[in-house]
Every structure is written in C-alpha cells, then in structure tokens.
C-alpha cells in the first residue's frame, strides 16, 4: 500500500500530495524531490543513449530503511512519485506498474476537460 502519493509537474514543482499518515507529510515530501534526481538522471541517460522513452516507469528510484520510492513519468514529463512501506513485501513490481497506470487514467480523466480545444494551454484561471 502506498504511503505517499505526489504529481509532479514537469518543472518539479507539485501538483498534488496526499501522504498517509499525514502527520509524515513534510518527511514524505523531502523523500520524493530527492528522488526527482534519479528521474532526471534517468531521463538525461535515455535521451543520450537513444533509449525507447515508450517505457513510462521509472522503477525503484529511492530506498530507504522504511519506505520505498517509485517513479513513473508521462509523455508530457509529468512526474508520479509513490512511496511504499519497505515492510510490504507482497507488492510486486507489476503490481507497482498497474497502480501507476490506473494513477495516470485518473489523472487524465481530471486533466483532459481542463485542456482547450485549440491547443495544450490550461483553462485561464486555473
């Protein structure tokens, strides 16, 4: 189960963060912008190697003793972040893929109606 879930803008700014237990909020969100080196890492190495950018997760990018960090980017460089307890070792790495591929059919659901129809510039006011 994740414990921390952030959307990442693609100027790493957030979006949106939910953590449970909220009261590890801050410590969650210090977890996930150090592991937005390794992302940038990733993605600097794929366009130099000329890597098919097709595969959209990221894999482990931060383990710590008690949590794990997952990341997985969008074609529009969009960043998913989402911290795992360490001590759930029932969670598989497919298991992992279908949770961030479920994220990003919600947050397309949401994004998409805010989208013009002209073009990919946010609704003024938003």
């Known amino acids: 189960m994740a414990v921390c879930i952030e959307v990442i803008a693609k100027e790493n700014y957030p979006f949106y963060i939910r953590s449970t237990p909220t009261e590890n909020e801050l410590k969650f969100h210090c977890m996930v912008h150090t592991s937005l080196d390794v992302v940038d890492e990733k993605i600097s190495a794929m366009a130099k190697a000329l890597v098919d950018q097709r595969e959209l997760y990221q894999d482990l990018l931060y383990p710590t003793e008690d949590y794990k960090v997952y990341g ?3 074609n529009s460089k969009v960043k ?3 911290v795992v307890d360490s001590s759930n070792t029932a969670l598989r790495d ?20 805010l989208l013009q129809p002209g073009g990919l510039h946010p609704v003024q006011g938003l």
């Open 80 to 82: 998913f972040v989402m």
């Open 72 to 74: 997985y980017l969008t």
């Open 94 to 113: 497919n298991e992992i893929r279908s949770m961030f591929r479920k994220l990003h059919n919600s947050y397309m659901d949401v994004v998409q109606p």
